[in-house]
């Protein structure tokens, strides 16, 4: 049976003080997944590093979460952050929809820039379908939300989102939809914002990245894409790159499918070929090394599928992408998986 638990009690780490629902989920392997209701924030994932067959005692935590409710509330590094509907920056929070302009102010505590939408710092609920037969395959965990027209500034429009985590032993996957339940169209785009680490490394430096990308996206000094055409550099599809020594906060595009029309973005152990891997089946990858964290700077590794490019609710080229008619709705599917190390 699937085993997911709404938490009453605080999610507390070192004394922080206050009260936040989490859900637990656990796989018969032992593979645990922890969110917060606030944003469904994933706050870890534990799997088996190594063996096939594993205990809990062997379990590591593959995702570099927030590590307090104040980092969690503050919305920090947006670590895990779910971002909807809008996915990173709105250039000065100004927007123009069906000849309308509408101006959104920033979303969480602290932050000056409008970015990474409202979604993150939402309650969500759990949707009770959760226990099922799953024998060895994958226990889900169902959470839902919604933004109505009234709740922010600027963004006069109605949504209902839901988000489907499905835990393996080695793998998380996330299908996720959205509907517009408003009597007009909506700009609509998500992103996630996970980081990950790899064990063994206490930093990115002795990773290696591949992406299978035909493009980047070139920005101006304030990370925003330029104008048309000017945005997108053509390059050979991207890996290895060695991140000893690379900065990284980029949009890779075009991405390269594989015949089962996943794109899969990797971060290895070159020695050791173990690593993670990261699909997506549309959209863009964003790669941000966290150079400038104030906490735990290239501790781990952002690797970002979102549907569309910053600003793209400013970008005439994204105009149809972002656009969600009345009662349409849109899926965006990605998951994560361990990579084993070569064989000796």
Known sequence: MTSATVCSNAYIVEGTLGALPTVTLVHPSGAELVVALRGATVLAWRAPWGGSSSTSHDLVDLLDGYATEQALLAQDATRSGVMFPFANRIADGTYAFDGVTHHVLPVAPGETQTMHGFARVLDWEVVHDLDTDSGDGPVALTLSAAVASGDFAGYPFDLETRIRFELTERALDVTWSFRNVGRSAA??????????????????????LHVPARATVATDAGLLPLDGEAARVVRDVVGPVALAG???????????????????TRVLDPSTGAGLELWQERGNMHVYTGDGLSERARASIALEPVESLTNAFNRDDCAQDVRLEPGEERVFRFGVGIVAPHRS
């Open 187 to 208: 700009p609509v785009t998500a992103g996630w914002h996970p980081y990950f680490r790899i064990p063994g490394h206490g930093t990115i430096d002795g990773l290696e």
């Open 246 to 264: 690379t900065s990284l906060d980029t949009a890779f595009v075009d991405l390269v499918t594989d015949a089962d029309r996943r794109a899969r």
